[in-house]
């Protein structure tokens, strides 16, 4: 049994807007610890079915025990560029609520083999699939000053990013996170107040090793092609890169003259119309669950 420590964010707010058809298709597509899945299951018919697909095959391990226990859950490794063809080949045509609840989850960080968390020590790797790619050593060890820099600064917002840049190409080669750390808190004379010296550049790291972006606008469009009529697509996401590139998105398949929440009068330019732009989590959820803190649900439904 791989248990999961994961705990969902905003799950009643996701059941209430995207769980609209108790008899639908649904996609969780980052399955991670099911928690979502899970609270989808619990709200939905026996004839409804879902798909969650996971690139991470840790994820995918506690999914297979779900799909064993309940006949309406398939469960399939697999990106978000990989949506379409996995759908098919599963026999879902079309879905009523796709869901995206992207990063990565407590269990990929509180795991040190995994080498995502600045606070254990593990391998330098960073892939959500680690069969897939380059692990973040790999990287670090070969890449320029000039690209490491540009994705500390694209990806994490690192003022510091050319400082860190130089110290990794002077202390390679690197192997695991902890000197990763060190180097960072060496280099870095002045610390932001509530955030670890080193968040910003394993986030950066995290976000380039997996492609994370373009993963994302790859899932957006492929959840596009299989949204049905009055179908929705929630997203969570947890920075302002991610933020924005969903808004963005969906800013180009809504008419921007359509309130939220309102229903469409006259016609309608975009194919889909806003449910929520950008809903926070109350206060009482991020006391309980401060990976919480930093989360934001938008949704959108398909209207043409
Ligand atoms: C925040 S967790 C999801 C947690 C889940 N909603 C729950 O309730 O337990 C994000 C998950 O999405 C997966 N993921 C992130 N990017 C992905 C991608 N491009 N393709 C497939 N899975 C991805 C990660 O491996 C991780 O397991």
Known sequence: MVATIHVPVLVREVLSMLVVRPNGNYLDATFGGGGHTRAILENISESARLLAIDRDPDAIERGKQLAA?????????ASFDQIADVSRRNGFEQFDGILFDVGVSSDQLENGRRGFSFQKNGPLD??????????????LNTASVQSIATVLRKFGDERNARLIANAIVRARPLSETQELVELIDRVCKTQEVNKHVATRTFQAIRIHVNDELTQLRQGLRNAFELIGHAGRIAVITFHSLEHRTVRRQFSQW????????MPIRGPNKGPMKIVERGLAPKRQETERNPRARSAM???VERVQ
């Open 254 to 261: 809504v008419d921007s003259s359509i309130p939220a929440r």
């Open 69 to 77: 226990e309940d006949s309406r859950v398939e469960v399939v490794q």
């Open 297 to 299: 649900l938008q949704v």
């Open 126 to 139: 960073m892939r959500m699939d680690p069969t897939d790619g380059k692990p973040a050593s790999e990287w």
